[in-house]
């Protein structure tokens, strides 16, 4: 039987102003039980949900939305939404990587890139929790904009880290409708 999570995901992009402290501890738990490459678990999980912390990240999102979308009809509209509260949760969660943790510096290069993906597994994981917890994720990429991402590991203290992921969580506004995928089964699968 599959896991009715997997299926049940979707990014969540507005939120209720309710508070999900008795849930992030099991969203991490959740995180960390995912491979990690020759065990390193140099991953870091970085919860930002004071009210400062959540006003510079909403700030720094719509930024980062803007730098990509550039385009001035689309950027109204964005600003828009995000004045109605789109991206603002009660929680942001920011998946970091520990440098340090590399064993092999022949091969440093190459333990990078496990580590992201291990990263990448952890926020999986946590987000499937997080759906069976009823809350909602969103992953927000333009956290990894140059500037953007360097304010982010300076409001964490963790300037020689790299930054995988921002994660914003929380009760979602409305009911979660899965989207249907674009490219079926038969578009993405390749056999040899």
């Known amino acids: ?29 959740a995180a960390i039980r995912a491979p990690t490459a020759s065990g390193l678990e140099n991953w870091i999980f970085v919860v930002f949900k004071s009210e400062g912390a959540r006003k510079k990240l909403h700030e720094l999102i719509l930024r980062g939305h803007i730098e990509y979308y ?4 689309r950027v109204e509209k964005l600003k828009k939404k995000f004045e109605e509260g789109m991206f603002f949760a009660p929680c942001y969660i920011g998946v970091f990587i520990e440098r340090k943790g590399i064993l092999s ?29 009823k809350l909602g994720t969103c992953y927000i990429g333009v956290a990894n904009f140059p500037g953007i991402e360097e304010e982010i590991k300076e409001m964490a203290s963790l300037k020689d880290c790299f930054l995988v992921g921002l994660i914003s969580v929380g009760y979602p506004e409305e009911k979660p409708e899965p989207r249907k995928r674009r490219k079926s089964i038969e578009e993405v699968i390749k056999w040899v």
């Open 105 to 133: 510096k022949e091969y440093e290069e190459l333990e990078l890139k496990w580590a992201i993906e291990s990263a990448a597994m952890a926020i999986q994981n946590l987000m499937l929790k997080a759906v069976e917890l």
């Open 70 to 73: 550039r385009e001035k009809s």
């Open 1 to 29: 039987m599959a896991c009715r999570e997997i299926y049940e995901r979707t990014s969540i992009r507005f939120y209720k102003n309710k508070p999900i402290d008795d849930k992030i501890e099991k969203l991490i738990e």
